[in-house]
């Protein structure tokens, strides 16, 4: 797992380079004394390793790093708009294949009869206008269920996170922020319910009678 994880300390763009550079000598002597490794395990023991391993198991960190940030006062820095902590939902690819898949994969059928197997993920992020650096929150896999023949979506995936309220825990009022995808009528409904505020883009295209609304309230002002 250390070894995994010393991946995003190198920033290599690939895991090949990851591993050459922590192959010449010293890059060893910092695979030991970062990560306490004495050998360098190939990528393919690296996956027989963790494919097991529910992510779940190490969600723990987050509420670990949120504890410290609160702490420290760090969080202190990213509050907005009448002491909001302003928290990013976006949805992001982060595995796709014609052949490798698995049984929680979500599928794209394609005209040409080959499929695409994939997997994504909703990171929640707090961000602040004035601040470089972002903070990650635990993620929401969209990936089907177990059990489930029906494919996952963002839309299920952020009722799932909005039910099983991570941020609830956090004492901080929180203002949810997303594009026009989250500006679904049982989503903000949910999202009151369980304490958030949000600002979510709402485009006409998705929001006709909206955007009538609007027009008539601008004509008769
Ligand atoms: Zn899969």
Excluded at 35 to 59: E, M
Excluded at 119 to 147: C, M, S, W, Y
Excluded at 158 to 180: S, Y
Aim: net charge positive; charged share 25%.
């Amino acid at each position: 797992m250390l070894a995994a994880f010393s991946v995003f300390f190198t920033q290599c763009p690939s895991f090949l380079e990851h591993q050459n550079l922590m192959k010449k000598k010293r890059g060893k002597d910092n695979a030991f004394s970062l990560f306490g490794l004495k050998k360098i395990p190939s990528d393919n023991q690296i996956r027989t390793l963790l494919d097991p391993i529910p992510a779940t198991r190490v969600l723990g960190s987050f509420k670990t790093v949120w504890k410290w940030l609160t702490e420290n006062k760090i969080l202190n820095h990213f509050k907005y708009l009448d002491e909001q902590i302003l928290l990013a939902l976006d949805g992001t690819e982060y595995y796709s294949s014609k052949k490798i898949n698995c049984p929680h994969c979500n599928c794209r059928h394609h005209r040409n009869g080959t499929t695409t197997y994939y997997h994504q993920v909703i990171t929640p992020v707090i961000v602040a206008p004035d601040q470089k650096q972002v903070i990650n929150l635990e993620p929401e896999f969209i990936r089907k269920q177990d059990g489930k023949t029906k494919q996952d979506c963002e839309n299920a995936a952020i009722k799932r996170w909005l039910l099983r309220n991570p941020a609830a825990e956090k004492n901080q009022e929180i203002t949810l922020l997303g594009d026009d995808l989250y500006s679904r009528q049982p989503i903000c409904e949910l999202a009151i319910e369980q304490g958030y505020n949000f600002i979510f883009v709402a485009l006409a295209s998705s929001h006709k009678s909206l955007y009538e609304w609007l027009e008539f309230l601008e004509k008769n002002r």
